[in-house]
Structures are given as structure tokens and as C-alpha cells.
């Protein structure tokens, strides 16, 4: 007796038949083209599901022009504020059938405009994480990019922005600690090209207006927690009651080095930080600082590109507040 035939895998042309619609429907109605009649789509949907035809992922890229993958490129993959953006990124774009990749450019601006250019060539869009490069520079190459979305940049014009009020954050610790009582403090300058560094700056020389007697001293440092450590010398010397910490990385530097030379936190000097990473409230003392919505961000760079790749207008600026988180590291200022 001869042996039945092993029934093939059912393809597009098998559920146009039995659907009664041309392939050009069926492609369409299986990629959720908002053109098909949605009886008609319901059809074939029915159909495909009969048969258990499911459409091949790289046959559907192919007729879509589209890869299901963007890009992000992000200064220092290191950094745990660039990691939980990344992490509210990639789950919103895994949800909605999107691959994620990720270049870090190393705080290299070179490195920054040809990863931004290259990975567009292999991508559905791009989106550049607190880019460094330059407003001139950042202006003229969006367009290339398109769809594109900035997270923590001003307002682009031709792309959307996300981020956080940096300048709103620097204000709450700035406040904090004079409500405190301290007058002379030390701000630890980072990334000084970035706009989140020009809002922190914008933020103090406010405070410097309206408080009587505040004085701040800015300090280049950097953005890791080998350059609060190699800042504390300096700190030392300034006669700082106060240091406000560009991230939390170099406050947790700064807080291992003075410690280790016997300076008591935050009796003799109160130190904060910014981003309130996990590990923030895990140092000894717990570091206060300003909480970012990182993850939040993420989400909302994803829901903005998502918009652009499926023709929705998305919001042209979504701006997140920080929030004040007070720990043990910061009291008012020694009488002595």
C-alpha cells in the first residue's frame, strides 16, 4: 500500500485561494494594512488560521522595506541611568514586535555621527540617547535619520524629544541643602557638553539669585565614579560644607574617597547625587538625590518612534519631572 503523501506547509497562495481573494489582499490584510476591508481581512485571517499559515518574518520585511529593528545609540552603556532608559525601550519595543540594537559611541562624537548614519542604513529609525554632539551638528543630521527620536535634547524641530527637567532636579537639591543651612557648596560639573549639564548650570546660577550668601564653586570632574574619587582633593580644599555630584556615580566616588580619609558624611560634608541608580541607596551613608524616571523615558522614546513607523503623529516634546529622594547623606552644616 502506498505510502500517503506528507502535506506541505501551507503558503500565501493557499489562503488566497481558499480565502478568494488575490495575494496582493492577503499580504496586505496579514501585515495590517488600514486599507483592507476589515470583513475582508477577517476573512483571510480566518483563512490563514485554518490552514496554520503564519507569514514568514523575513518575507514580510522584505515587503514591508521594513527590518522590525531600531537603533539606539547611547554615549556610555555603563552607565545605569543609560541602562534602565534602555531597559523601558527595549520591553515597549519587544511588545510590539520590534528588535532593539544598541551602540555605544564611548562619549566619542565621532563615534556618535557615524553610528548614528551606519546603523540607520540597517534600521527602521533611530533613536539617539543624550547625544553629545553639538545643536548645529545634531540639527543638520536628524533628517538623515528620520524617523528619529532624542531623548534628553531640547526641542528638535523635526523629531521628537524625551527626557527628564534636569534643571527642576538640580533646583530641588539645591534647595534641599540650603534649606539646610549651607551656603558654600561644590558642584561637580560632568558630561559639559551635554544639555543636561547646561540645564543643571542654568538651575544653580538661579538659586545663586535668589538665596542670600549662596556661593558655588563648579568643579570639572566627569561622569564615573573614578572621577569623584579623583575630585576629593579638590573638593576638600574648597571649604565646601555641600557637594552636589553630577550623577550618582561620582557622588558614590566622592563618598568612598573622603571617607577613606577620615571626613564623616554628612557630618562634616553632605554630598548628593542625581539619578537615584539602584545601588544609590545601598552606599553608606544612603546617598540622597534626585530620582529620574528613567525607565518611564525609555517607554516614551519607544512610544514615539513607534508612532512615526506606524504614521501616528507622535507628541512633539514629553518632559518627565525628577524627584527628590533625602537619605542620610546630607544634614546641615557642622557649627564648627
Known amino acids: 500500500m502506498p505510502m500517503a503523501r506528507e502535506s506541505s506547509r501551507a503558503g500565501i ?53 521594513r527590518t522590525q529593528t531600531v537603533a539606539v545609540v547611547i554615549p556610555d552603556l555603563e552607565n545605569p541611568t543609560f541602562q534602565a532608559i534602555l531597559r523601558g525601550l527595549s520591553r515597549a519595543a519587544t511588545a510590539d514586535g520590534y528588535h532593539v540594537l544598541v551602540a555605544d559611541s564611548r562619549e566619542d562624537l565621532d563615534e556618535e555621527h557615524a553610528l548614528a548614519r551606519t546603523t540607520r542604513l540597517r534600521t527602521d529609525g533611530v533613536i539617539l540617547c543624550a547625544p553629545r554632539m553639538a545643536e548645529q551638528d545634531l540639527a543638520q543630521l536628524l533628517p538623515s535619520l528620520s524617523p528619529a527620536v532624542v531623548i534628553n535634547r531640547g526641542p528638535q524641530g523635526t523629531a521628537p524629544t524625551v527626557g527628564a527637567d534636569y534643571g527642576a532636579g538640580m533646583r530641588d537639591i ?36 535668589r538665596t542670600a550668601g549662596l556661593e558655588v564653586e563648579e568643579l570639572t570632574a566627569g561622569v564615573d565614579i573614578d572621577s569623584g574619587t579623583a575630585a576629593a582633593d579638590r573638593v576638600l580644599a574648597s571649604g565646601a560644607t555641600a557637594v552636589i555630584a553630577y550623577n550618582d556615580l561620582v557622588a558614590m566616588g566622592l563618598l568612598s574617597a573622603v571617607t577613606a580619609r577620615g571626613i ?58 525628577p524627584t527628590l529622594v533625602v537619605r542620610g547623606s546630607t544634614a546641615p552644616p557642622s557649627a564648627t
Open 13 to 65: 497562495a493557499d489562503v488566497a485561494r481558499l480565502a478568494g481573494v488575490s495575494l496582493s489582499t492577503v499580504s496586505r490584510a496579514m501585515n495590517g494594512n488600514p486599507t483592507v476591508d476589515p470583513a475582508l481581512a477577517q476573512r483571510v485571517q480566518a483563512a490563514a488560521a485554518e490552514l496554520g499559515y503564519t507569514a514568514n518574518p523575513v518575507a514580510r520585511s522584505l515587503v514591508l522595506g
Open 174 to 209: 539645591v534647595d534641599h541643602l540650603t534649606s539646610l543651612g549651607h551656603r558654600r557648596l561644590v558642584y561637580l560639573a560632568g558630561a559639559t557638553r551635554s544639555v543636561t549639564h547646561r540645564a543643571r548650570q542654568q538651575a544653580i546660577a538661579a538659586a545663586i539669585s
Open 264 to 321: 564623616d558624611v554628612p557630618g562634616a560634608l553632605s554630598i548628593t547625587g542625581f539619578d537615584d541608580i539602584p545601588f544609590a541607596a545601598y552606599t553608606s551613608p544612603p546617598l540622597t538625590t534626585d530620582a529620574v524616571p528613567a525607565v518611564e523615558i525609555g517607554a516614551a522614546a519607544w512610544a514615539a518612534m513607534h508612532a512615526q513607523l506606524t504614521g501616528v503623529a507622535p507628541r512633539s516634546t514629553h518632559t518627565m519631572t
